[in-house]
């Protein structure tokens, strides 16, 4: 845009019906005009305005729908609570536009309408109004049953708010952590007082508030007069030149979790903050007055037009009616006047009126004040889409209306200043008692945390100067708190003389629509409904009519919603209680919670080496590992048939390097490996390999491996892959609990192994090996360390996969040299890398099991056909007391070998699949293939032990419900006597 | 326009009575009481007057109904478990739960959705396989279905998971469903109501009567009762309850937590379970996404939230559906889950003669809402466990005979 | 509770750690009935209090004993396991 | 002969590989003037070739002590070795030990202990992958990784962090590598490639990147 041009938008902008002229303290930057679409309508403004004030400037209030009648909404709070005038574009289905920034360009639309903003088809819900009182749905729709799903469908088109946009990229934000010695949540008076107060004892301190810029109501509470900005400008000087305070705008502390964790959400990403303490300076929120039509666009809360006024200079009306209880109407009042727009009327609900200089002020400019009065209803203007009058009627000294008379005021807006609830969502998560103070009509902390401390209109303070005074109490005690020493000054903060707050602002009206919940289109009677229906404490008052549910979680609604049912209930609101705060305090964007989502990963040493070749991954805990290498010209199947082919024929590699390594020293050691495992390892020989089983406390098999013994106190023991980390985990517990004189040393990530098989395997290996590997130097199950190409190794022949094969283990920098000198040498010999898959082929040949394939969580060795690695004379093992229990009881189910007939060709059974006996479930595949070696398919099954005799026929069945007869066969199926590996 | 709304509106007052009697004072002797006010505790009572004439019966609530984890957990049900058992157990649940709005009177929201547990792995798929076969088995709805199933019943859905973990294919339960889970405690709570059970809340029991291993009566905030039975179905305070009577348990707290995003225009019709990324979500009909995880890591007996459990949770969900990066999450809560070393729970009969018990519902308890009530009000009438919980019994553990549920835990989970 | 204080590497927040659960004595093997065995293997004290437990710092590897009220969710004390617990 | 566990990651940059001892190593990058600006704001590199070992045991400290060689009093705290080199106590009993580029200390103590170990004092083969982080900005990288309040860590106190990174536990002290204090950040090498790659990522957000090792250690190669 050039600057010409630039200038003309802006003057544009400024041209706006509701937009003053420039003012002290504005938050809108006038060079930087704005434009941007909202329901098809171009509006105008500047960087600096919210959506919402940006629309308000151009005369329009009329915003948005709600939620269930469709009637026309408008500002409310211009403080994060403004449900009704939420907005979506094409990446965010929820925009609160009363605090999101408007941006160049934004196509904007409502979240909640058919057919537009004015022509919404919803509006029709609201005639239908009288028909849908609270918890109406759980009272209809169910009968007849068939129908049911088609009403559903009708409520799923009409609920939900933005519609969420399936292009919308994934976002990554760059999460962090903090800390320090006091966080202070807000920045108003009583918030930038406790700040200063803490530093100067000393402290690091972090401001952070949710709105764009400090100062909290010294931002916009001005009272006509220019007080309020000059001490925000005091203050806000001292605290910059205060080195040790930061102050983070536009910051939410979202959340209070244990220990002083408090989630802080800016634009960008979310801080997670460690404090050690925190002075909780979060103020209040304005409450609504209940009365017919509060609801209309034009009816607000006061403080909403005055931070419209002073941050945006937007004026919302030009004839305003305030009705209020307290002095900040009175405020608002000579803000609007200030502002050029005229008051028609101050309605005070009080008997007795303002008593202080604020009822002078606003006499004096000749504002006419009812005293004990309230407004009855607001009258919309023709079309509904504004307010044109307010009815005041008059209030008895009981508090009652008097129907007869009243007076009708014209005006295009109504202001709401009945008092406030606090902002104690943060107080009661971390666990603060809070008491119902009748003095103030407020909740006030009672007993609050060791390290939380409250100050300001949270803690019920409302007088400007004694804000500042409680402020710099709770800032000093909250530096003390984090171990700075303060000179003992005691602050008193003086008792506030009455509170702003009115106990019941709440007026009924026969016609209804005088509404309580705006998110969730509560009125009235929806109240007396509930307790009529007993739904009559405030937990379940909640979940039946569903107050404070909505977006803004009944920072509006949940106040009044006590009041009521303290009130029909005859209680006082101590007792009726308020329901549990819980995080969030406003909603946070998935992508700010989830960061980055760091998931790890680990790979093998020679895992760019499988790369190379061609390797197909899989996932295997948190590594990865080859499932298969991929041949050109061959599939997935034929290409791990060939790898099992070349370890059955020729020789293979695979990378075993993620199971788990641990080695043991010690002179405990052998005791120590006798306890974890079932076997006898006491009388091992130093140089051999034993299985390794073991168990559970309850006797549950977890986990497999191989013992070798390297010296007489020196054991190397491998684990599953995904055990690992828990087995070393637990060893090191049991050698604690045993007080064992071993010492136990994790080396899964230290080595690089590989397992070399297949008849040529020895051949591939002698030439670089600096011992003799013939079975007479390195017989079957024999451990040796030995030099390989150079790099000190340790051999194990071990047979999992049923041929002459070698497990080396090397460091991990030297696995892939290691790798590269076998794969060369095995060059000669038609050498091919396998995977994972045909492991578990080649495996499944031998009738090895894998644990957590093979077994369950309940299977023990017995279950298992382990019986013969489990040695029950043994002094003691874990598991082996509850074998004996269970020893004693039936076995259930028992693993068994089976074959398919050889000339079976029909559809391959899959793991998994039911062993049926007689119509009933006997038992289950756990391991199935189509051997090659074997020509037949064979497998691994759980059988009911009846069943489990060689010989005998059994059926599967398949997922289409097909029968396919087996045989329970004897294990091993190949090479049942181990010559192979024996060579 | 269904007539009860005309009804409603055209009366000139609002004609519902209450769903629940208030009651002043707590009667000296009950027939039975039932300690817990849930959904469980509720619909034991509401089937004791129903299905057994016992109608002298109380219902203590501590706090206010359903205010545990019936109206905590993320009301979701389903039957396809692992052993036949299981499903046998879940599957009555489930056809209870399908009249349960006929039953009531109440709209009770009971919409079958359709339910997928996702497979990342192929050991998971190997479960599911298993889940599936016994499942079909029993007559229970259940396939194994492969990615494009799924990617035709939830074409939003990032199969890959953002490179992260794959889905290999899922386990379908097409029964599958949601309900409104308060709903269902005040459907049962007014149902019992009308037959006379007294149902009292902010009462809390202080200690239980046992005299020679026979229960006596109940000490409460309120005074004493005497009777000779009493159900304790308190879910995450069993352990408080049996300890009053001595009876030792494998049950560990641990909580479960929970959160919603604002509500969105509802997309996602269907239930999505990943044990690998521990997600589960479906879409209620206000639009909220309700989501939850896997339980708490340790032993806790607080309804605390965490930043932990949000922060993993968001972090798998932007992983299958990244388009909601700007969606938000408005609020989180959690619950206290009786977790047992076999994921199955404890029912039946106890040492304590008269002291029965139905506790150890982890995470699954709310689908298991309408068969608990039925089979124990059976178990507590006939002072004989009914023959669907026999597995579920307590002496199972010194036993040494574990439910089958455990079987998939080894497995993907 | 969010942070937890190793007596080795100090204070941490939790992720940093595994709960090992409940503090248990094993009873003698040869002595116990199959009843008190099963009871030692499985039950546990589940009401809520204050619980002598283990827990392990992942990143060091170093298990300790965590004196934690599970009702309060408050640590009381952490200290390295040395032996006998039943006494102090 | 000896493979970095990340030297993958470096495929991609352009830059300079050479020999340091009997590893390849990273050892600049081709654009100079990018390189010294990562120095400076925040850099990461690969050391992964100075030589190290480990051992623990009830006797370990005995027998570091037996060879002379200054070793920490108090759990997880360092020790300089002659020759840029660093002592680490691992908790109570076992002992990390990284040479510096001229050390030989590593070998000698994996030499005196042999495959099997001594009485009360067993070898710890690490194969760890290493890791240089400096630069200005090294706060606040490590406020997106790492939650420990590293500003309680005082730099001089030779304090040894045993924490988690980005989901991965870790070793860490901060040292003055080439005049500049930088962390070196130990973790296994298993982990490396992921390691590497986020942290490496997260430099860049943050307007740096790689930095050869001859930066850190001039005149490797």
């Known amino acids: 845009m050039t600057d010409l041009s630039n200038q003309q938008a802006a003057s544009n902008a400024a041209l706006e019906k509701n937009r003053m002229a420039r003012q002290d303290g504005e938050w809108i930057d006038r060079n930087q005009p704005l434009h941007f679409v909202f329901e098809g309508k171009t509006y105008s403004g500047f960087v600096g305005d919210t959506i919402s004030s940006a629309i308000a400037a151009s005369g329009n209030l009329f915003m948005g729908r709600s939620f269930k009648y469709h009637r026309p909404r408008g500002i409310l709070s211009m403080s994060n609570h403004d449900i009704n005038t939420m907005m979506q574009d094409d990446q965010d289905p929820t925009i609160r536009a009363d605090v999101v920034l408007a941006q160049n360009g934004m196509q904007l639309r409502t979240v909640n309408t058919f057919g537009g903003l004015k022509s919404d088809r919803g509006r029709y819900m609201n005639c239908l109004s009288r028909f849908l009182p609270a918890g109406f749905y759980y009272k209809t729709f169910h009968t007849p049953k068939w129908l049911f799903p088609m009403w559903e469908k009708m409520f799923r088109t009409l609920t939900g708010l933005g519609k969420v946009n399936f292009e919308t990229p994934r976002r990554y934000t760059a999460k962090r952590y903090a800390f320090a010695d006091v966080l202070v949540i807000g920045s108003g008076p009583s918030g930038l007082s406790a700040a200063l107060a803490a530093a100067k004892a000393g402290a690091q301190v972090v401001v952070v508030d949710e709105n764009v810029r400090p100062g909290g109501s010294l931002t916009y509470d001005y009272g006509g007069m220019d007080e309020s900005p000059a001490l925000l400008g005091r203050l806000l000087s001292e605290v910059t030149a205060c080195e040790k305070i930061e102050i983070w705008a536009g910051t939410l502390a979202a959340g209070y979790y244990s220990d002083n964790w408090i989630a802080l959400v800016d634009d960008q990403r979310m801080t997670k903050m460690r404090a050690k303490t925190v002075v909780v300076a979060s103020g209040s929120y304005e409450q609504p007055c209940v009365f017919r039509n509060n609801d209309l666009p034009g009816v607000m809360m006061a403080s909403a037009a005055q931070r419209l006024l002073r941050r945006y200079a937007v004026r919302v009306g030009r004839n305003f009616v305030v009705l209020t209880s307290n002095s900040a109407g009175y405020r608002a009042a000579l803000d609007m006047v200030s502002g050029g727009a005229s008051v028609a009327a101050i309605v005070d609900m009080r008997p007795e009126g303002e008593l202080s200089h604020w009822h002078e002020l606003a006499a004096g400019l000749g504002i006419r004040i009812l005293a004990g009065h309230c407004i009855y209803e607001a009258i919309p203007e023709p079309g509904r889409y504004g307010v044109s009058a307010a009815v005041v009627k008059r209030l008895s000294s009981a508090g009652e209306i008097e129907q007869a008379g009243g007076v009708t005021f014209s005006c295009d807006a109504i202001l709401m200043a009945v008092g406030y609830a606090p902002a104690a969502n943060l107080l009661y998560q971390a666990g603060t008692k809070m008491r119902y103070s009748h003095e103030i009509e407020q909740f006030v902390p009672d007993l609050l945390p060791e390290s939380i401390f409250a100050c300001g209109r949270v803690n019920g303070v409302y007088t400007l100067s004694s804000r500042l005074l409680d402020g710099e109490r709770a800032g000093l005690e909250a530096a003390q708190k984090a171990g700075y020493v303060v000179e003992q000054k005691r602050v008193d903060v003086p008792a506030e003389p009455s509170g702003p707050t009115h106990p019941y602002p709440i007026i009924s009206h026969p016609k209804g629509m005088n509404f309580v919940d705006f998110d969730e289109d509560l009125h009235l009677r929806d109240f007396y409904v509930s307790v009529q229906e007993a739904f009559d404490n405030i937990e379940l008052m909640k979940r039946f009519t569903t107050v404070g549910m909505g977006p803004s979680q009944g920072k509006h609604s949940n106040m009044n919603a006590i009041r009521i049912l303290a009130r029909l209930k005859g209680k006082n609101i101590d007792e009726i209680g308020t329901t549990t705060a819980r995080p969030f305090f406003h909603p946070v964007k998935l992508s700010h919670l989830a960061g980055k989502g760091f998931t790890p990963e680990r790979l093998t040493p020679m895992h760019h080496r499988h790369q190379e070749l061609g390797a197909v991954f899989m996932d295997a805990g948190n590594w990865k590992r080859p499932e298969y290498y991929q041949i050109e010209g061959l599939s997935r199947i034929e290409a791990i048939r060939q790898e099992v082919r070349s370890v059955r024929t020729n020789v293979g590699m695979i990378d075993v390097g993620t199971l788990g390594k641990i080695e043991i020293f010690g002179p405990d050691a052998v005791l120590f490996i006798e306890r974890m495992y079932t076997g006898l390892f006491a009388k091992q020989a130093v140089g051999t390999t034993r299985y390794a089983l073991g168990l559970d406390e309850t006797g549950v098999v977890i986990d497999d491996g191989v013992v070798g013994r390297l010296a007489q106190e020196h054991f190397f023991v491998t684990t599953t892959t995904t055990g690992s980390a828990q087995i070393y985990r637990e060893m090191n517990r049991w050698a604690l609990l045993w007080k064992m004189n071993v010492g136990i040393v994790n080396a899964t990530g230290y080595m690089a192994a590989m397992n070399l098989a297949g008849p040529k395997s020895r051949a591939v290996l002698a030439p670089h090996c600096n011992i003799d590997v013939s079975d007479a130097s390195v017989p079957y199950l024999a451990l040796r360390t030995c030099e390989i190409g150079g790099v000190s190794a340790r051999i194990m022949r071990v047979g999992f996969v049923g041929e002459l094969g070698y497990e080396i283990h090397v460091p991990s920098e030297k696995g892939a040299y290691v790798w590269d000198l076998l794969m060369q040498e095995g060059q000669k010999y038609g050498i091919q890398p396998f995977g994972v898959e045909a492991q578990r082929i080649l495996r499944l040949e031998k009738g090895h099991i894998i644990v957590s394939q093979d077994t369950d969580g309940l299977t023990n060795p017995f279950d298992a056909a382990c019986g013969w690695a489990v040695k029950m004379n043994k002094p003691f093992f874990i598991g082996q007391r509850s074998l004996k229990i269970a020893q004693a009881t039936e076995r259930k189910q028992v693993l068994a070998g089976f074959a398919l007939a050889e000339n079976y060709r029909g559809e391959l059974p899959k793991e998994s699949h039911l062993l049926i006996e007689a119509g009933d479930i006997a038992g289950r595949i756990t391991s199935i293939t189509d051997s090659e070696a074997l020509g037949r398919v064979i497998g691994l099954c759980f059988v009911r032990p009846d069943l489990n005799e060689i010989g005998r026929m059994v059926q599967f069945r398949l997922s289409d419900g097909a029968l396919v007869p087996a045989q329970i066969v004897a294990t091993p199926f190949y090479d049942p006597d181990g010559m192979r590996q024996k060579v | 326009m269904p007539l009860r709304l005309l009804r409603f509106a055209l009366s000139h007052k609002h004609p519902e009575p209450p769903m629940f009697t208030e009651h002043d004072q707590l009667g000296k002797t009950y027939d039975v009481v039932i300690i817990g006010g849930g959904g469980h505790g509720l619909a034991a009572a509401y089937y004791l007057a129903r299905n057994h004439g016992i109608k002298n019966v109380c219902v203590l609530e501590k706090n206010y109904l359903g205010g545990g984890n019936t109206g905590r957990n993320t009301t979701i049900v389903r039957s396809n478990y692992l052993t036949p058992e299981g499903v046998a157990f879940y599957d009555r649940s489930v056809k209870l739960f399908q009249d349960l709005s006929q039953d009531f009177d109440l709209n009770l929201f009971y919409s079958t959705r359709g339910h997928f547990t996702l497979a990342h792995t192929d050991s998971a798929m190997r479960t599911m396989r298993w889940r599936a076969e016994v499942n079909k088995h029993l007559g229970v709805e259940s396939e194994v279905v492969d990615r494009d199933f799924i990617r035709r019943m939830v074409p939003e859905m990032d199969l890959d998971c953002s490179g992260h973990s794959p889905i290999h294919g899922a386990l379908y339960h097409k029964p599958g469903a949601v309900a409104r889970h308060d709903a269902v405690a005040w459907g049962y709570g007014r149902g019992a109501d009308m037959r006379g059970v007294e149902i009292f809340q902010k009462t809390e029991v202080t200690r239980i009567d046992v005299k020679h291993g026979k229960v006596r009566g109940v000490d409460t905030s309120r005074g004493y009762i005497s009777t000779p039975k009493v159900l304790c179905a308190v879910a995450g305070s069993t352990p408080r309850i049996t300890q009053m009577v001595g009876i030792r348990t494998p049950i560990v707290i641990q909580p479960l937590q929970a959160c919603v995003t604002e509500p969105i225009k509802p997309w996602l019709d269907t239930i999505i379970v990943s044990g690998s990324l521990h997600v589960y979500v479906s879409q209620s009909d206000r639009g909220e996404l309700v989501m939850g995880a896997s339980v708490d890591p340790y032993e806790i007996h607080s309804t605390r939230s965490t930043l932990d459990f949000t922060e993993g949770l968001t972090a798998h969900m932007l992983d299958m559906f990244p388009f909601l990066s700007n969606t938000k999450v408005n609020r989180q809560w959690a619950g206290m889950a009786d977790m047992t070393p076999d994921f199955a729970p404890i029912m039946g009969k106890t040492p304590i003669e008269g002291f029965y018990i139905d506790a150890g519902w982890g995470t699954w308890g709310f689908k298991a809402t309408p068969v608990c009530g039925e089979t124990m009000s059976y178990t507590v009438a006939h002072d004989q466990d009914h023959e669907l919980i026999r597995t579920f019994r307590l002496s199972r553990f010194k036993e040494l005979d574990l439910t089958g549920e455990k079987g998939a835990a080894s497995v993907g989970h | ?88 | 002969m000896r493979q970095s566990p990340i030297e993958h990651c470096f495929s991609q940059l352009p830059g300079d590989f050479g020999q340091v001892g009997d590893m390849r190593t990273f050892l600049r990058l081709a654009d100079s003037q990018a390189e010294s600006l990562n120095l400076e704001t925040i850099g990461l590199a690969d050391c992964s070739f100075l030589e190290r070992t480990g051992l623990k045991g009830p006797l370990a400290m005995e027998f570091l002590s037996s060879l002379g060689l200054p070793v920490p009093q108090r759990p997880n705290h360092w020790e300089p070795l002659e020759g840029g080199g660093i002592l680490m106590r691992l908790g109570m009993t076992e002992f990390f030990i990284e040479d510096g580029p001229s050390g030989g200390i590593a070998r000698l103590i994996s030499e005196k202990l042999g495959m099997d170990g001594i009485e009360g004092a067993y070898p710890v083969r690490r194969q760890d992958a290493a890791l240089i982080l400096c630069g200005t900005k090294q706060n606040d990288f490590l406020s997106q990784t790492c939650n420990v309040n590293f500003a309680e860590i005082d730099e001089k106190n030779r304090q040894v962090v045993m924490t988690n990174m980005v989901g991965v536990s870790v070793v860490m002290v901060q040292n003055k590598i080439n005049e500049r204090y930088s962390w070196k950040i130990w973790c296994d090498g298993t982990f490396g490639h992921y390691f590497w790659e986020t942290l490496f990522g997260i430099t860049l957000e943050m307007g740096g990147g790689a930095v050869g090792c001859n930066r850190l250690y001039p005149g490797l190669a």
């Open chain 3, 1 to 88: 509770m969010k942070l937890l204080t190793c007596p080795i590497n100090g204070t941490r927040p939790l992720q940093e750690f595994t709960w090992g659960g409940e503090f248990r004595e094993m009873p003698d093997p040869e002595q116990a009935t199959d009843e008190e065995w099963a009871d030692y293997v499985f039950n546990r004290s589940g009401a809520p209090g204050v619980k002598k437990e283990w827990w392990h710092h992942t990143a060091s590897g170093v298990w300790f004993i965590a004196e934690r009220d599970t009702e309060r969710d408050i640590v009381l004390r952490t200290y390295l396991y040395t032996g006998k617990m039943s006494d102090d």
